[in-house]
């Protein structure tokens, strides 16, 4: 999902926080998250440990096979939006 007119602000925050409300199960289904002030809304976020990289966190598309992992620094903001569908 790239894009979508039913949408407000929930807040703004590090994706690192982001990603650790995804490991306690604590994002609801209606949440959809954009690098700060940006326009494609992913809905999949998580974290990894990388050898070469400070990039650790990453966004994504859930239902999209072909969808590639975006990674981020951890102290990187991102816009939390709730999706009415």
């Not at 926080?17 to 940006?38: R, V």
């Not at 440990?49 to 903001?77: C, G, I, M």
Request: aromatic share 12%; net charge negative; charged share 25%.
């Amino acid at each position: 999902m790239k894009t979508d007119s039913s949408k407000y602000l929930i807040c703004s925050m590090a994706i690192s926080d982001l990603a650790d409300l995804e490991t306690n199960g604590s994002i609801p289904d209606d949440w959809k998250f954009t690098i700060w002030k940006g326009t494609n809304l992913y809905d999949e976020v998580g974290s990894a440990w990388r050898e070469r990289s400070v990039n650790t966190v990453y966004l994504a598309y859930k239902n999209d096979p072909d969808s590639k992992q975006r990674w981020f620094h951890p102290d990187t903001v991102v816009d939390i939006y709730k999706v009415q569908s």
